[in-house]
């Protein structure tokens, strides 16, 4: 790919006639903490990242804190932030986010949760809380066999749909007192007992009824056995988490920021946000919500979002994924991947036409804890009228010695999109 030098990246000025296109790189939770199996590294710096290096020479590099103070370091928190939009006054259930992205208008009092599809070892261990990232038509017909045997298309009180993945939601109707819920993330109690984390507060004995209840149909699956006999994960148990209601109206993007957006991800809760602030949504075959995603045919689709729209954001969820399982050589290699077939791809339609590039994780996610942390992440932005303010990469310690920080986070969208 060409190289965009400093000089060129800093000689573009800003454009005077709105011809500037942005592109928002979103690394799933790919900061975190040295890792001893890196050498004292993080992810960043162990990663090989020739083309955000190159960004981050020429252009600005710091710490943004997309989780406000008191908020929970979830991707729905910090990726609302990196819309544009402040999460302390849009606080959305995450379960009610991801739905929109399905279609699903929530009715008047109707709670909507995520639900995940969990390994747990016989001896009560949370083993996966994804049950090995389980295709979407698996996990899909155990959601069919959990619908039949709970009678759940015809009950009043639950409903179950189908999301990517290992991503059920069941919504509850005339329970809004699970909103006050406290119900554990099943991806934060990797290898520890379920048991110690059940449901508690207001609704929390229907939750923990109904997690009972669809274990007991899990135990009998025949889509169980047949993943068995292959070789894979049974899905031992349902998971129930993350309370949301009807979210009430978000200012419409192109209002609010004057630009025609597009979003491309593998998972649903950016779809949602999508869909809840009216920028388009875009799927292109082989973007998925784990490591088996195309990272050429994302960088592809990014660069035709771009043709028609100002400002794509592109999120990969990969880096995430492989921090909650453990993985560390997995991180580093999305890492990679990402600057290899979406970041450079970027780098070229810089050359014929004037882009500024935001670059950043939401969260970090570090491998070791297996858990989000709402500690700031690490950013690089380039492109016209962006001078570099003497980074050589974007990496959490080289943000650091910046000394440019963001805070609130929400607001790095404007300073992007400022001339």
């Known amino acids: 790919m ?45 990663a090989r990242t020739p083309h955000l290096d190159a960004l981050a020479v020429a252009g600005q590099v710091g710490l943004v804190h997309n989780v406000p ?20 006054n849009r606080p959305i259930g995450r379960g009610a986010l991801e739905l929109a992205a399905l279609g699903v208008d929530l009715g008047e009092g109707q709670v909507a949760l995520r639900v995940n599809l969990v390994n747990v070892t016989p001896e009560g261990l949370m083993h996966s ?24 298309a015809t009950s009043n009180t639950f409903r179950l749909y189908k999301g990517i993945g290992f991503r059920l939601y069941l919504v509850v109707s005339g329970h809004p007192e ?18 110690d984390y059940p449901p508690t507060g207001p609704g929390a004995a229907l939750i923990a009824e109904f997690e009972e209840r669809a274990h007991a149909v899990l135990a009998a699956s025949p889509t ?4 068995q006999a292959e070789g894979k994960l049974p899905a031992t148990h349902v998971f129930v988490f993350w309370p949301g209601m009807r ?39 082989g973007v998925t919500d784990g490591p088996d995603n195309d990272y050429a045919a994302q960088g592809a689709g990014a660069l035709r979002m771009l043709a028609s729209n100002d400002i794509a954001f592109i999120h990969v969820e ?47 996610t570090p491998v070791l804890s297996r858990r989000h942390s709402s500690d700031a992440v690490p950013f690089v932005m380039a492109g016209p009228g962006l001078a570099p303010n003497g980074a ?4 959490e310690r080289e943000a650091a010695l910046t000394g440019l920080v963001v805070d609130p986070g929400w607001q790095l969208l404007t300073r992007l999109l400022s001339s």
Do not use: W
């Open 318 to 364: 990969a880096p995430d994924a492989e921090g909650h399982d453990g993985h560390i050589e997995g991180k580093r290699l999305a890492i990679e991947a990402i600057d290899r077939e979406i970041v450079s791809r970027l780098r070229d339609f810089a050359t014929r036409q004037p882009l500024r590039i935001l670059a950043l994780p939401d969260h970090p």
């Open 392 to 395: 050589r990469r974007l990496t």
């Open 69 to 88: 103070q008191g908020l929970e370091p979830s991707s729905n928190v910090a990726c609302t932030s990196i819309v544009g939009y402040d999460p302390a």
């Open 129 to 152: 809380y994804s049950t090995d990232n389980i295709t979407s038509a698996d996990a899909h017909a155990l959601a069919d066999e959990l619908i039949a045997a709970l009678n759940l």
């Open 247 to 285: 979210p009430e109206g978000m200012p419409d993007f192109a209002s609010r920021y004057h630009k025609r957006a597009a979003m491309l991800s593998g998972v649903d809760l950016l779809n949602g946000i999508a869909q809840l602030t009216g920028i388009k949504r875009y799927s292109f075959t």
């Open 2 to 46: 060409p190289d965009l030098t400093t000089a060129a990246l800093a000689a573009q000025a800003p454009s005077t006639d709105n011809d500037t296109k942005y592109a928002v790189v979103i690394l799933d939770g790919a900061s975190g903490e040295p890792v001893p199996q890196n050498g004292g590294l993080t992810s960043f710096e162990a």
């Open 178 to 195: 699970l909103m006050e819920a406290l119900l554990p993330a099943a991806h934060n109690i990797t290898d520890e007992p379920i048991a």
């Open 224 to 227: 169980n056995a047949r993943r």
